[in-house]
């Protein structure tokens, strides 16, 4: 139902794209130069090394190899059943019920303290639910270990970056690209045929995924040495790299200008597009209900609305927990 | 690296003499490079046969000082991996040492009672039969420590570690019957050959003692062969998705766990090969020494070998190496030294002094150069070569030229510098 409609928008702009190959790229690292189109001394053009990179398409191809899977969209990806989180005294959750579905991109609002990082947190195993369970691809996560879980394809962003900050840029996303990785200590050792494969393909995706998503040309910078808003688009394409099959971005936005704001969203509909679940978690409203599909409204960790955002920005109960109620609403 | 741009020039990438080795060494072809590592290990397997004047060391035998900072360089290399590598710091390092040791030291030692050099082993090729069997019983304890205790982070890690290098020592000093105790074990067994008039008992033989071709220089061969096949190995490690975990776990467990890395494996695969060398460098001791007492393992010795690790940089397996000879050569340099440069010392004080200009030493370098003195830049990819090779000289070129034509330099050439 809120599919079409999204799908449409969707792809609209990944049409722009086309029409204008490589534009966001190029776009980018430009903002943080003080005399516009300088190339910081280490910055290089990725097209030199792989000169197949510059088309759009074979990024976005070797992005999202499977991008066709879209047979089942619309059907339930995951699935939060009743999940409470207490924390000695305190209910971070309380009963918190909903489902990601396929190709979708949900948000996950509500005011400071609702307890969306903790919703986050939850389904990404870094906590353990009180009661109920999360439900990812009819599989209950129950005790499944964190990096079990990132290999059935949940991936997330962090709201505070936490990048491996010695690390190059690459480095970074070939960590990720590493998750689907089978070679161990006996294969690097005797360099096998397999690991051989595995870190060429890993080398070529990694870079793909950095020119995905606007930081190709400071690849072999050192994560901690990008600008603030290149290593948020770092640690997205980091997530990437794990082949995800949702995609949670934590407050992504977090420190952006307007313009920032706005390429940010292309980049989010172009990772749906790519056939990728997004869960976005975000403050700035205009971003929230330009780019989600659907709308979750947390509050004191119970959930109050669920719903189209236009829908849920007229809910009253969404309005009074952002804005509260006006005394002579009560009275 | 600064990226920081002024408006009128972009500011010259500052580079400091190890970028610029690494610049020169990236930039050579894979042929010249191997030219360059054969020629340079041959002219340090060379130096106890050369003993340069300025070099070589007075109160003791130089080839016997190149022979212990061997040792030490395997034992560097492997802490690197657990502390450098993985960022686990394990102050019970010695352990392992000690572990390689008295396992050849008990198979072979006459005053062991499972001494087998009279029953299965024979005497001349023992020291080598024992010494897959110390990294194997090495590498087993390692497993054994490392499964419970890496559950552990930080400083409660550090503090199991150093509790399990003091246990290994207090075990060999009290189970009289089995290690001697404090008497420890004599005539462990070493490897016979080259027998001849001069040297009966073959060139190993701590009797041989012909300079310069004694014991000490044939032991420093023997672990330079070793130095290089573990740097290989060590190297393979760090330039696959097992490297990149280490450091992926050293900067953020918690990111890295969420990324996908199995992080309880790969520390524990860090703590087994960390084991593996530290066994290893404990039966070339045992070999060469020839006799273990539980005094050699204290755990001040530990503090040594993970001095000779943050000098040297940690990370930087090739900066370790010289961390190792620091430790081993400069106490040996003074050792017996009346005078230098014609001003008189007491070297033997300075030598006996060396825990003190180390820890002095130590909190120096923690405050003017806190990474050690070749800081780490680990290749994480197996085939990054050509894309480092290409980012290193778009940025030289960006860097001499102005600014106007440097975002224009790098699009034009493209991948003409291969």
């Known amino acids: 139902m809120t599919q079409p409609g999204g799908m449409a928008a969707g792809s609209e702009h990944g049409d722009e794209h086309l029409g204008d190959p490589g534009r966001a790229n190029r776009q980018t690292p430009e903002q943080y130069l003080p005399d516009g189109g300088v190339e910081p001394p280490a910055a290089f053009d990725v097209a030199d090394v792989h000169p197949e990179l510059a088309d759009e398409a074979v990024v976005a191809e070797i992005v999202a190899p499977d991008r066709d899977i879209r047979a089942e969209v619309g059907e339930p990806l995951l699935q939060m059943q009743g999940v409470t989180m207490r924390f000695g005294g305190l209910t971070a959750l309380d009963a918190v019920t909903f489902d990601i579905r396929r190709g979708e991109i949900l948000g996950l609002i509500g005011p400071n303290g609702a307890g969306k990082t903790t919703c986050f947190n939850a389904m990404t195993g870094v906590y353990r639910p009180t009661e109920g369970q999360v439900v990812f691809d009819g599989k209950p996560l129950g005790k499944i270990k964190r990096n079990e879980i990132t290999r059935l394809g949940i991936a997330r962003t962090f709201q505070n970056i936490r990048l491996f900050s010695d690390m190059t840029a690459l480095e970074n996303v070939v960590v990720g690209t590493d998750a689907r990785h089978r070679t161990s200590v006996p294969g690097a050792v005797f360099r096998s045929k397999r690991h051989r494969a595995e870190e060429r393909d890993a080398l070529d995706r990694a870079m793909a995924l950095l020119e995905f998503v606007g930081v190709g040309k400071r690849a072999t910078q050192q994560a901690r040495n990008l600008p603030y808003g290149d290593q948020r688009r770092l640690e997205i394409a980091r997530a990437l790299a794990t082949e995800p099959k949702l995609l949670c971005l934590d407050e992504p936005a977090a420190g952006f200008n307007p313009a920032e704001k706005v390429e940010l969203m292309e980049l989010i509909r172009k990772i749906r597009d790519d056939g990728y679940t997004v869960l976005l978690i975000e403050h700035d409203m205009r971003l929230v209900m330009g780019v989600t599909d659907r709308v979750v409204v947390l509050e004191f960790g119970r959930k109050i609305a669920d719903g189209l955002p236009r829908d849920v920005s007229a809910d009253p109960a969404v309005i009074a927990a952002y804005l509260g109620v006006p005394d002579d609403a009560t009275a | ?418």
Request: net charge positive.
């Open chain 2, 1 to 418: 690296m600064s990226t920081e741009l002024t408006t009128t020039a972009p500011a010259a990438p500052h580079l400091g003499v190890g970028d610029r080795v690494r610049l020169w060494w990236d930039a050579l072809p894979r042929q010249a490079q191997w030219v360059v590592g054969v020629v340079g290990v041959l002219l340090i397997a060379l130096l106890p046969v050369l003993r340069p004047p300025v070099l070589t060391t007075v109160g003791t035998d130089f080839g016997g000082v190149l022979a212990q900072f061997g040792m030490y360089a395997l034992l560097a290399i492997g802490l690197n991996v657990v502390v450098g590598q993985a960022g686990l710091l394990d102050l019970g390092y010695v352990g392992f040492y000690a572990i390689g040791a008295y396992t050849v030291g008990l198979l072979t030692s006459p005053s062991s009672p499972w001494n087998a050099t009279d029953d299965w082993l024979s005497r001349d090729w023992a020291w080598l039969a024992a010494l897959p069997l110390a990294v194997a019983v090495t590498a087993v304890s390692g497993l054994i420590l490392g499964t419970p205790t890496l559950r552990l982070r930080g400083d409660y890690l550090a503090i199991v570690t150093l509790g399990f290098g003091e246990i290994v020592r207090l075990l060999a000093d009290n189970l009289s019957t089995v290690t001697g105790g404090g008497r420890g074990l004599n005539q462990i067994a070493y490897p016979v050959v080259a027998q001849s008039e001069t040297r009966p008992n073959g060139i190993f033989s701590a009797g041989n003692t012909a300079v310069p071709f004694n014991s000490g220089t044939f032991w420093f061969w023997l672990s330079l062969v070793l130095i290089v096949v573990v740097l290989v190995i060590v190297g393979n490690l760090e330039r696959s998705r097992v490297g990149r975990a280490w450091v992926a776990i050293r900067e953020d467990e918690d990111a890295a766990e969420i990324m996908g890395v199995p992080t309880f494996k790969f520390k524990l695969w860090a703590f087994l090969i960390g084991a593996s060398i530290g066994g290893l460098s404990g039966a070339l001791y045992a070999g060469q020494v020839q006799f273990v007492v539980p005094t050699t393992f204290n755990v001040i010795n530990s503090m040594l070998f993970l001095c000779a690790v943050v000098l040297g940089g940690q990370g930087n397996k090739l900066g370790v190496i010289l961390g190792a000879f620091a430790v081993v050569y400069l106490p040996n340099f003074f050792l017996g030294r009346t005078e230098l440069f014609g001003i008189p010392i007491d070297g033997n004080a300075i030598a006996n002094y060396r825990y003190l200009f180390f820890g002095v030493a130590l909190m120096v370098l923690m405050v003017f150069r806190p990474q050690g003195l070749f800081p780490a830049r680990q290749k994480l990819l197996t085939y990054g070569r050509e894309v480092y090779v290409m980012a290193r000289k778009a940025a030289t070129a960006l860097a001499g030229r102005g600014a106007g034509t440097a975002a224009a330099t790098t699009t034009d050439r493209p991948g003409g510098a291969r």
